[in-house]
Each structure stands twice: as C-alpha cells, then as structure tokens.
C-alpha cells in the first residue's frame, strides 16, 4: 500500500501525493497497455522470419535484459498515459514514448535476449565481428559520429558502445521490416559485414529451438518498493553527472550570454522553432541517425535555456539551415573533445 490510499486511486492523485506512491502499488501491467500491440509486433517479426524463439517481458525501473536472461524489463512508466505525463514532466523525455522509439529498443533487447538464448556470442565469427562479450562494460563511452563501422538503431551512436550493443543494434536492423539494409549499408564495409553475418546466422537458426530459457524477472514491479519520488530523484543525481557541459562551446560561439537588443529572443526558442523543419529537411543525410539528430537538437535547447542564451539574428537562427550546421558541429566537438557519453 501507498502513504496516500489504494493503488486504484493513484491516477487522479495531484503530482505532490503520486510521487509518495510505491511502485509496487501501482497494480499495472503489460496486457491492456500499448506495451501489448508494440510487444506482439516484435514476436511478429521473430515468427516470420521463421524464429522459434520467443522472449518473455515484465515491468520494471528500466529498460535491460540480464545476463543470460531470455527476457526483457521494460520500463513500468510506458504501461500508462498518466505515468507517461509524469516521466516528461520529470525528465524531459519518455524513453520508448513513440510506437518507433519503442520498437527500436524492443527489437535490439530481444537481440540480447536472443543472443543469450543461443549462446551467439561463444562463437569465434561473433567475436571476431563484434569483439569479445568479456571486454570490460564501461560506465560511458566516446562515440565517433562519422564512424562506418557500426549500423545505427538507437540514439548516440549506441552501437559503439560495447561489444554486445553492437550485436543487439546490428540485430535490431536487420529484424526492422523493410529497412533497406542492404541498400543502405553497402557504402559501410565493416557494418555491412555485420549485417550480412546476422543474416546467416538467423537463417541458421530458423526453426531451431533455443539451447537456454530463462523465467528470471529482475527487479520487477511488484518487488520495487522505492516510491515515484524517490525512483525520480535517484534517476535526475545520475542524469545530473553526465556532461552538464556537452555543448557549451558550441552553444557559447552561436548565441549571446547577454541580451544585447530587447527583441532578442531566448536561443532555446528559436532551435525549437527550427527543430520541425530540421528533421524534415534532415530525412535525406541522417538516415538512421534521425532520431539522434532529434535528441542532440532537444538537449542543445535544454542546454541553452539552463545557460539562458540569446539568439543575436532570429530570422538567421531560427532556420533548418543554421540548426543543422549546429547539430554538425556539436558532433564533430563530441568527438574531438573526447566527449563520452554515460550508460
């Protein structure tokens, strides 16, 4: 039970009170969700593409399959639109809000899932591919934004992540229905060789049953005791640690620490006046690297408002054009600056 009354009742509960709540109050579930439409797709995908395997899911803090677990936690905000608000309002974000997003993290956690069904990763092919699953998982990376060698699913170049990532990315895009990876990564030797190895490797397994299943459900809702509040807070002191000063000299070299003009306007309002068009005008280059684009191109805004930045010329700031060459050049900082990005 909750501080503040049943876990009926928490949805009509104002902000201050749905905080005290426990999440294992909450009583909510995958079925009846949008979880349950987005889950059966990915197992749709799996089964025609002749798979036997068949991963579980359950609500937890997170999104994360275990260690030679076959099963996918997904985080308990996506179960409900009130929960969702709440996650916005409190981070900003809803990782896996849209149908899309949510998807691209569904296919490349069932890449792991799988991976762990198999044992894909004792195989010297895997490994010469990817590199070995025992390197060292880091706290963060750096990425190279102009890299060749890795596909792109996720946000912040993820596959350059580790050796596992690199696998559950490459696996994500080639399960993704008509993603034209052999159209689209062909220019790319060493990623394309990836995808092409995944392609074997899933023909090989079609109709076979998995070596290993799993029941495990880590850290499931009904066994987190943590209040909403106190989930946020321990969720923002870890947000809180990662590059507070990201694009900052970027940002500084574009925009105005001092509000020269009375009609200057805050640097945060003209990159999200821009940011519609940006994305549009970007679906040619960015490819796989859209969503990307949209996360850098919200964070540069967040970043401007902590700041408190002016633009010095909205009719010139406010354009795609100028957004965009501002996206470049944040990348390009990422990663001459050694920037690393926290996991």
């Keep these: 039970m909750s501080k503040t009354g049943t876990n009926r009742d928490w949805p009509e509960l104002a902000e201050e009170q749905l905080l005290e709540v426990r999440l294992c109050d909450l009583g909510i579930s995958i079925e009846g969700s949008v979880l349950e439409e987005r889950i059966a797709r990915v197992r749709y995908e799996l089964a025609r593409r002749g798979l036997l395997f068949r991963p579980y899911f359950w609500l937890s803090d997170d999104w994360f399959t275990p260690e030679d677990v076959t099963g996918v936690a997904i985080p308990f ?19 896996g809000g849209k149908r899309d997003w949510c998807l691209r993290i569904l296919r490349h956690e069932v ?10 990763h004792r195989r010297r092919r895997w490994q010469r591919l990817f590199g070995p699953t025992s390197r060292h998982y880091p706290s963060g990376y750096r990425p190279d934004p102009h890299s060749r060698r890795h596909v792109m699913n996720l946000e912040y170049w993820y596959a350059q992540a580790h050796p596992d990532e690199d696998f559950a990315e490459s696996f994500a895009v080639w399960l993704q229905p008509r993603s034209q990876w052999r159209k689209r990564y062909a220019p790319w030797p060493q990623a394309f060789a990836k995808l092409e190895y995944v392609d074997r490797l899933m023909t090989e397994l079609v109709g076979k049953k998995p070596s290993h299943t799993s029941r495990e459900r880590l850290d499931s809702l009904p066994r987190l005791h943590k209040t909403l509040g106190e989930h946020y807070d321990q969720k923002l002191r870890v947000q809180g640690g990662e590059f507070p000063d990201y694009y900052d000299g970027v940002l500084k070299r574009a925009f105005s620490t001092v509000k020269r003009r009375p009609r200057m306007v805050p640097a945060w309002y003209a990159l999200r006046r821009a940011r519609p068009f940006v994305l549009s005008k970007a679906s040619g280059w960015a490819g796989d690297q859209r969503h990307s684009l949209d996360l850098m191109l919200r964070d540069m805004a967040g970043r401007c408002q902590e700041l408190d930045l002016y633009a010095t010329d909205m009719r010139r700031q406010s354009r795609p054009q100028f957004a965009l060459s501002l996206a470049r050049r944040a990348m390009d900082s990422l990663h001459r600056n050694h920037r690393w990005v926290q996991m």
């Excluded at 890449?111 to 894909?120: E, Q, S, V």
Aim: net charge neutral; proline share 3%; hydrophobic share 40%.
């Design 77 to 95: 905000y996506l179960a409900h639109p009130r929960l969702v608000r709440l996650e916005r309002k409190q981070m900003g974000e809803v990782e």
């Design 111 to 120: 890449g792991h899932a799988l991976d762990h069904a198999f044992g894909l």
